[in-house]
């Protein structure tokens, strides 16, 4: 089974940065890292999970959402594994628990298409 790892959280004051990573892992046979598709999706207390960016495997198109473009940054090394968020300008509405999610083929920000979640890293921004 695919398996993520992601590190990098931290405290981090407003209009700081953070970079995000994330390791995969556990591909099936005939599978490799690119043919997934890698998201980043958060969670602050009391709500849903939002998609925040994601990649796709295939050609390396970037998407995101609207409240972090121009300030999130995602990018892929499929030599290493990994998939990386540089999160600049950090807002405190940006605190939340960070995923890595990754799906085979479709590309989405929409987080119940992800089929393998990794345990989430949080991210806390200070006023």
């Known amino acids: 089974e695919v398996q993520l790892v992601e590190s990098g959280g931290g405290l981090v004051q407003a209009g700081g940065s953070l970079r995000l990573s994330c390791v995969a892992s556990?591909?099936?046979?005939?599978?490799?890292?690119?043919?997934?598709?890698i998201g980043w999706i958060r969670q602050a207390p009391g709500k849903e999970r939002e998609g925040v960016s994601c990649?796709?495997?295939?050609?390396?198109?970037?998407y995101y959402a609207d409240s972090v473009k121009g300030r999130f940054t995602i990018s892929r090394d499929n030599a290493k594994n990994s998939v990386y968020l540089q999160m600049n300008n950090l807002k405190p509405e940006d605190t939340a628990v960070y995923f890595c999610?990754?799906?085979?083929?479709?590309?989405?920000?929409?987080?119940?298409?992800?089929?393998?979640w990794g345990q989430g890293t949080q991210v806390t921004v200070s006023s």
């Open positions: 990649v796709a495997g295939s050609d390396g198109s970037t």
């Open positions: 556990g591909f099936p046979p005939g599978f490799t890292f690119r043919d997934y598709a």
């Open positions: 999610a990754a799906v085979r083929g479709t590309v989405t920000l929409y987080p119940p298409v992800y089929d393998y």
